[in-house]
């Protein structure tokens, strides 16, 4: 099967910055599409960033020019840097990888264990 690791997060002030890495492990055939979403108390899940089909990256209006996705193929690790932090990107993060595993066809979402990320005023 397949293993999701997320690390990273924690508490900065507002203004700062912080680093979170996944890594996806196991019997991958193909990846298709990796990325960041966020969760806050009391609302939805929401796309941060991701790489979708063709090594596009789209992001949420709120982070862009603040947050940065970046991977490692070779690794199948993908990493969001977030730099100018505001109290209002306090939320669970999660990395999610659809993929195939090495003897099925069918493409399917795996999340990690998500990390709390909290900003400080």
């Known amino acids: 099967q397949v293993q999701v690791v997320e690390s990273g997060g924690g508490l900065v002030q507002a203004g700062g910055s912080l680093r979170l890495s996944c890594a996806a492990s196991g019997s991958i055939g193909s990846i298709r599409t990796m990325g960041w979403y966020r969760q806050a108390p009391g609302k939805q899940r929401e796309l941060v960033g991701s790489?979708?089909?063709?090594?596009?990256?789209d992001y949420a209006d709120s982070v862009k020019g603040r947050f940065t996705i970046s991977r490692d193929n070779a690794k199948n690790t993908v990493y969001l840097q977030m730099n100018s932090l505001k109290p209002e990107d306090t939320a669970v993060y999660y990395c999610?990888?659809?993929?195939?595993?090495?003897?099925?066809?069918?493409?399917?979402?795996?999340w990690g264990q998500g990390t709390q990320v909290t900003v400080s005023s």
């Open positions: 999610n990888f659809n993929l195939r595993l090495t003897y099925s066809a069918y493409y399917l979402d795996y």
């Open positions: 790489f979708i089909t063709g090594g596009i990256t």
